[in-house]
């Protein structure tokens, strides 16, 4: 599958990144994924499950955005810019043609997970200290 080796290198490319930041555990993924890529994001969510294990993204979760390409009408010439294929104009039913759109995968953000919070202020939310924002006024 296409996707495992478009992961493959996402996951080297954020076990980079968390090295330069020196991070222990990656928390958040963000992948930016072009409509032209050809990447399908099931099977690029199936590739991160399948090969996250014993990475620094281990317990990461991995967020998709599509990266929307530009259509244009044949007919009408109104332009869409969309994040899936569509082929049917929804102005006039014409058929659209591609314009332009991105064929790259990038990693947009990779969030490493920080320091445990402080055990004093979790304990006191375990034990309904903070009822709300309001609640000794
Ligand atoms: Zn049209």
């Not at 599509?66 to 244009?72: H, K, S, T």
């Not at 969309?82 to 014409?94: K, N, R």
């Not at 314009?99 to 947009?108: F, I, N």
Request: glycine share 10%.
């Amino acid at each position: 599958m296409h996707e495992i080796g478009l992961m493959q290198s996402a996951l080297d490319a954020v076990a980079r990144v968390a090295r330069e930041h020196n991070l222990e555990r990656v928390g958040r993924i963000v992948l930016r994924v072009g409509l032209l890529s050809g990447a399908a994001p099931e099977a690029l969510q199936f590739a991160f499950d399948a090969l996250r294990a014993g990475t620094v993204a281990a317990d990461a979760t991995l967020e998709i955005e599509i990266v929307p390409a530009r259509f244009q009408c044949q007919i009408c010439k109104a332009e869409f810019e969309l994040a899936q294929f569509e082929f049917d104009c929804a102005q006039c039913g014409g058929q659209l043609a591609l314009r332009s759109g991105s064929t790259e995968l990038v990693l947009a953000t990779v969030e490493g997970e920080g320091p445990a919070e402080p055990p004093n202020l979790a304990g006191a939310e375990q034990a309904g200290v903070f009822t709300g924002p309001h609640a000794h006024s």
